[in-house]
């Protein structure tokens, strides 16, 4: 699932290990006794309030410090978090409620299916007494098995037998949709094998910084792990040289979020096994059990050459080091305090500035949802989503659909040709709200309260060899790519789907009781901002069966990139941090869905209100208070270190500048607060950027 939402289309940037798998219908009675929830213990919501306005602030300057500015001055990035707003908030507001299912579970007498699973996992991993008295022991199997690794080919044997379970270091493997024929499941290999977020911390001169502190925290996981102090420092010396070998040959964030197409490199064994002789790919299929297809895709071959080339020239010993850190690193959040500690202080406070560490509950739930997300999803949805919720979502989606389709049919800068293409996609998307229609079976999962690592090392393992069982068979398109108690929303173009989970579907996204302006402004947008991916840089070059294939004249497609060139010169010119500068390249995608979302949504609320006095609700007409609650999903608060990883990674712009960058390219916005030519807020002539 990391490779379905690295191509696909999301509203805000999450991580997600593999989930969604077999199937039970939905609505299935739960097996557990009957869980009622006790909302008075609730986090609230971050609900638009007009109160929240600054009234020294200028809309037409800068609006989101306008409608925002307030609020992030009394909201500061709380200890255990590296960023604070409307998605963070809900997302307490969600663990509140997995914590109770999760408890629930763990006391249920007897339990089986979903509540077995989610009660092994909280049991055992809230038992710190236990995790501490295990130590490195559950680890200590795969550390000898490192050990002995003296030459090329035991290391390859080593790479396929860990990958086998599930366990992935230098690369990683598993199905996706072809992108010439998306009904049908293939094999895709893509890079992986660096400790930091991107390529570029290994050569820019401003994360240098970040580098030292990482070769530190390698040798002291090293150190942690048995390894004598002198020696840790020399190979954690040994693994940084190691990576940044393999950061030369990988490829950046903002080269693989602009060009989708580097995911797909359809090879065969043969051709994949000369590429790579010292790991032949042969081998490979076979020691995962997976038949030998005609093809799969090697993605960025170079990088998979390296590997090869590395496995010939790097010294056994060097392997070792490597794999033993990693194999300790990345199971250390889930292991006795000193490593857990150490995984935090690397990977949260130096990296992103995270003061504190989140309490062990929490970082529970955060795993649970990780490794078996829609066991406990399917919990969630019985106690925190109502049948009403989806209809109203269900009814937002077909006006905002209708919105979009009247606008692609008025745009003046596109040709009849490729516009009864774009109109062909959209008659094919697909809305999924809520939860998925069918649950994943779990069964053969097995957990206990014995080991918590041990339940994940299952769980991992579990979910891997369902994904393998995927290759080379249908794609099931009733799956979904996050769990119902995500708070996110995303786009797949190989499906061309739009993703709407439970958790989203609150304030200030969506609100039962609110009035149209609300909810247009906030979900409606977010609906607006999915559909808008299928005609993004990377949305648009899928057709409507999700084939990737061009569908563009030549004059079109010069046409929409001049357009989205002045895009990222707009975002280009947004400073983060002094010095900091927003990358339009990178959030490209965003930005266009950001805008074609907005400018849909508005259009949707104008006719679904048209006919009706506008009721000024605190003094605000329809209009504002449609833009002000775009801005109230988009407050947030970063820390200065989190600020620097997303610039350099994440494919979506800080949220003050996603607050202001659609609205200032709109006449109805202008409009909405009487802004005047030559304000902050008012793009125009050139400057103005119109696409969908």
């Not at 010439?180 to 401003?206: C, E, H, R």
């Not at 709407?500 to 607006?528: E, H, R, S, T, W």
């Not at 390219?665 to 696409?691: S, T, W, Y």
Request: contains cysteine; glycine residues 8%; proline residues 6%.
């Amino acid at each position: 699932m990391l490779l379905s939402l690295a191509i696909a289309g999301a509203v805000a940037g999450c991580q997600r290990d593999p989930a969604p798998a077999t199937t039970v219908p939905a609505g299935t009675a739960p097996e557990a006794p009957a869980f009622t929830l006790d909302e008075s213990t609730l986090p609230g919501v971050n609900s638009f309030k007009a109160a929240d306005f600054d009234a020294n602030g200028n809309a037409c300057t800068d609006f989101g410090g306008y409608v925002n500015g307030t609020w992030l001055a009394a909201n500061p990035v709380p200890g255990d978090r590296t960023s604070w707003g409307a998605f963070e908030m809900l997302d307490e507001r969600s663990q509140a409620i997995q914590r109770q299912l999760a408890e629930h579970a763990a006391a249920v007498e007897g339990a089986t299916g979903v509540e077995k699973i989610v009660g092994d996992l909280w049991a055992s991993g809230t038992n710190a007494e236990a995790i501490n008295a295990q130590g490195l022991a559950p680890l200590e199997p795969e550390l000898a098995a490192i050990a002995g690794l003296d030459a090329p080919e035991k290391i390859a044997d080593y790479l396929r037998a860990s990958a086998a379970k599930g366990q992935f270091t230098v690369f990683g493997f598993g199905p996706e949709a072809d992108f010439m024929d998306s009904s049908m499941n293939i094999a895709y290999a893509f890079p992986a094998g660096l400790g930091l977020p991107d390529k570029t911390y290994y050569f820019d001169a401003d994360k240098k910084d970040k580098l030292e502190a990482y070769q530190a925290h390698v040798a002291k996981v090293l150190e942690l792990s048995g390894v004598p102090a002198a020696d840790a420092a020399t190979q954690a010396a040994d693994v940084v040289a190691f990576e940044t070998r393999l950061a030369k040959v990988s490829k950046s964030s903002e080269e693989m979020s602009r060009d989708v197409g580097l995911f797909y490199n359809p090879v065969s064994l043969a051709d994949a096994d000369k590429l790579a002789p010292n790991f032949t790919w042969t081998k490979f299929f076979e020691s995962q059990g997976v038949a030998a297809p005609e093809k799969f895709s090697l993605a960025i071959p170079g990088f998979h050459a390296e590997v090869s080339s590395m496995l010939g020239d790097v010294a056994p010993a060097t392997w070792q080091s490597y794999l033993r850190f990693h194999t300790v690193d990345s199971a250390s959040p889930f292991l006795a305090d000193a490593f857990a500690d150490e995984n935090f202080n690397f990977y949260q406070r130096t990296l992103r500035g995270q003061k504190e560490q989140k309490e062990r509950g929490k970082r529970v739930l955060d795993t649970i949802t990780r490794q078996t997300g829609e066991a406990l999803g399917q919990m969630y949805v019985d106690v925190a989503f109502t049948p009403e919720a989806k209809e109203r979502m269900e009814t937002l989606v077909e006006n905002l659909s209708q919105a979009l389709k009247a606008r692609i049919e008025n745009l003046d800068w596109m040709s009849a040709e490729t516009k009864a293409k774009a109109m062909e996609k959209w008659a094919s998307f697909t809305p999924k709200i809520g939860y998925p229609d069918k649950w994943r079976d779990w069964s053969g999962l097995a957990t206990s309260r014995d080991s918590y690592i041990g339940n994940l090392l299952a769980a991992n393992a579990f979910n891997y060899k369902w994904m393998l069982g995927k290759i080379g068979k249908p794609v099931d398109k009733t799956e979904w790519a996050m769990p119902p108690q995500m708070v996110n929303a995303y786009y797949n173009p190989l499906a061309n789907e739009i993703v709407f989970p439970a958790a989203i579907l609150q304030p200030p996204f969506f609100d039962a009781k609110a009035d149209d302006p609300l909810n247009y402004g906030g979900i409606g947008a977010v609906i607006g901002h999915e559909m808008t991916h299928g005609y993004d840089d990377q949305g648009s070059r899928f057709d409507a069966t999700g084939k990737f294939q061009n569908w563009w004249t030549d004059a079109d497609a010069k046409g929409f990139m001049g357009r989205t060139d002045k895009l990222i010169a707009q975002f280009n010119g947004y400073e983060a941090a002094p010095g900091l500068m927003v990358n339009g390249k990178l959030t490209l995608g965003e930005n266009i869905a950001d805008l074609g979302g907005l400018a849909t949504a508005y259009d949707a609320m104008k006719k679904a209100t048209e006919g009706s006095e506008d009721p000024m609700i605190e003094g605000l007409s329809r209009d504002q208070r449609f833009f002000a609650n775009w801005a109230t999903v988009w407050r947030r608060n970063f820390t200065g270190e989190e600020l620097k990883v997303r610039i350099a990674t994440d494919p979506h712009a800080p949220a003050n500048f996603r607050a202001i960058g659609a609205p200032s390219n709109l006449p109805a916005f202008a409009a909405a607060f009487q802004c005047k030519p030559g304000d902050a807020m008012v793009r125009e002539g050139d400057a103005q950027v119109v696409i969908w």
